[in-house]
């Protein structure tokens, strides 16, 4: 059973820091892993891919992969109240096949 | 990314009915698949959605309770059967660019069964 966790939360960080959000899986041949972010009663959006392993940064998001770890995470530098969503941590087992979903972390800046 | 459209974005309806959820793409897209979201809960893949052939499902869902089509690489179509208030629920259309496994979702239909 290829499984993908996250902590629930919710996390609540203070607006400013830096929110730092945990992802686990179990398929050591997976290729790709997506964060998503989904305000409540919208549908996911997707805000970083990653591939290799180490960090690839797009503006104020950092996704960072260890493949040894099987581990991914996402940071999100200078967090505002806008960031506040669920983020759902999503890894495809293989190229060109479906993906599988964490259950997300609930996420919520403190103004 | 593609511009993805759902129709309809929501509906009320009565136990034992049946209703047909479209998913548009304004591009050719080769992967279409449809996923259940249960209120507080995270994304179930219900199937694949396959251009000209029968779609791939999941463990748990099956045709004669979900029937998928997909006429095109642009649209395809799901419909909920036999409805019960179990099946309450946000349903979403995403579509793969080919893009390793990348997808991007629809906004959603939210159905609510009585």
């Known amino acids: 059973q290829k499984e993908v966790e996250q902590n629930s939360g919710p996390l609540s960080v203070p607006e400013g820091a830096i929110a730092s959000l945990n992802c686990t899986y179990s398929?050591?041949?997976?290729?790709?892993f997506f964060w998503y972010r989904q305000y409540s009663g919208k549908s996911p959006e997707l805000i970083m891919f990653?591939?290799?392993?180490g960090d690839k940064e797009d503006g104020r998001f950092t996704a960072q992969l260890n493949k040894a770890s099987q581990y991914v995470s996402l940071l999100i530098r200078d967090s505002q109240p806008s960031d506040s969503a669920t983020y759902l941590c999503?890894?495809?087992?293989?190229?060109?096949?479906?993906?599988?979903f964490g259950k997300g972390t609930r996420l919520h800046i403190l103004p | 990314s593609a511009v993805i459209s759902q129709k309809p974005s929501r509906d009320i309806c009565q136990r034992g009915t049946s209703l047909t959820i479209q998913c548009q793409v304004d591009?050719?897209?080769?992967?279409m698949f449809w996923y259940r979201q249960q209120p507080g809960q995270s994304l179930t893949l219900i199937a694949t959605?396959?251009?000209?052939?029968?779609?791939?499902?999941e463990s748990g869902f099956v045709i004669d309770k979900f029937p998928i089509s997909r006429p095109n690489l642009t649209f395809s179509t799901l419909t909920v059967s036999n409805m019960s208030p179990e099946d309450s629920s946000i349903y979403l259309c995403?579509?793969?660019?080919?893009?390793?496994?990348?997808?991007?979702f629809g906004p959603g239909t939210r159905l609510t069964v009585l």
């Open positions: 995403s579509v793969g660019t080919g893009d390793a496994d990348t997808q991007y």
């Open positions: 398929d050591r041949g997976s290729q790709s």
């Open positions: 990653i591939y290799s392993n």
């Open positions: 999503a890894v495809a087992p293989n190229r060109d096949d479906k993906i599988i």
């Open positions: 591009s050719q897209v080769t992967m």
């Open positions: 959605a396959n251009q000209g052939s029968e779609a791939t499902y």
